[in-house]
């Protein structure tokens, strides 16, 4: 008998498949934390999760409805200062995953959350900003981008780089002496991108279940590549799906 699950429930188990157990992983709140905490629920019990308030090791019994949430102080290892989250943690290198999201994404996986339209002093929406983005982009060990399908969100190019991906192709971040990888996927209600290794333009490798091409081609702003070995994912196991649904009913 064949499940019943939504697009935003694929692309959260997608997210939660791709943390490896033992991992140690920056988290920012809504789906990235959604997806954490049900990968820790799951397959990968001993998932380290760190968030940007100073929690480390954090086990929270429900989700947090902010990165101050009491739920994560009281459970986790350690709590110590964001001044060391980031300069003890993340600027070493000692974070193994970041997850990201934000209003536009690129070709090259450059993420904006800062302006659309305009300049930056007269642009026609002003975003949320950066936070701690730049540097999660910038030092982790690798990235995983978490984002809806869109042609406006999905641009060939950003109106602001916010977060740094691959700039404009291969070899920017090398030039930059960037510490982490980059955006290795970027996990979508669609399917899965990856950076082709040659030129690092997102290429679709995985089609979402009951997606087509022609869907994700028409979601995006550029003329996106699909691989030649495109595969497709998995659909959610009634494990995962009822696990994130508990989850969610906690909030």
């Known amino acids: 008998m064949s499940l019943e699950f939504t697009s935003d429930e694929m692309m959260t188990v997608g997210a939660a498949r791709s943390l490896d157990d033992g991992a140690k992983c920056f988290v920012g709140i809504g789906l990235p934390s959604t997806a954490a905490n049900l990968a820790r629920r799951t397959h990968a019990p001993n998932l380290v999760l760190i968030y940007e308030s100073g929690t480390l090791g954090t086990k929270p019994d429900r989700l947090p409805l902010s990165i ?16 060391e989250i980031f300069n003890y943690w993340l600027q070493p290198g000692r974070i193994d995953i ?24 007269n642009p026609k929406v002003r975003l949320p900003g950066a936070g701690g983005a ?79 091409v022609e869907q994700a081609k028409a979601a995006v702003g550029w003329d996106l590549k699909v691989a030649d070995d495109l595969g497709t994912q998995d659909p959610p196991s009634e494990n995962e799906l009822e696990v994130l649904r508990a989850l969610k009913a906690t909030v």
């Open 68 to 83: 101050g949430d009491g739920v994560l102080a009281d459970t986790a290892d350690s709590v110590i200062s964001v001044p």
């Open 134 to 212: 730049p540097e999660i982009a910038a030092s982790c060990g690798e990235v995983l981008i978490v984002m809806r399908m869109s042609p406006r969100s999905f641009v060939d190019r950003v109106d602001f780089v916010t977060s740094l991906g691959y700039g404009t192709g291969k070899g920017d971040r090398e030039a930059l002496g960037l510490r982490g990888r980059g955006p290795v996927k970027v996990i979508t209600d669609l399917g899965v991108l990856r950076p082709d290794p040659e030129t690092c333009e997102l290429t679709l490798t995985e089609l979402s279940p009951g997606s087509t």
């Open 98 to 121: 970041g997850f990201l999201g934000g209003a536009q994404v690129d070709r090259f996986g450059n993420i904006n959350t800062t302006v659309i339209g305009g300049d930056y002093r």
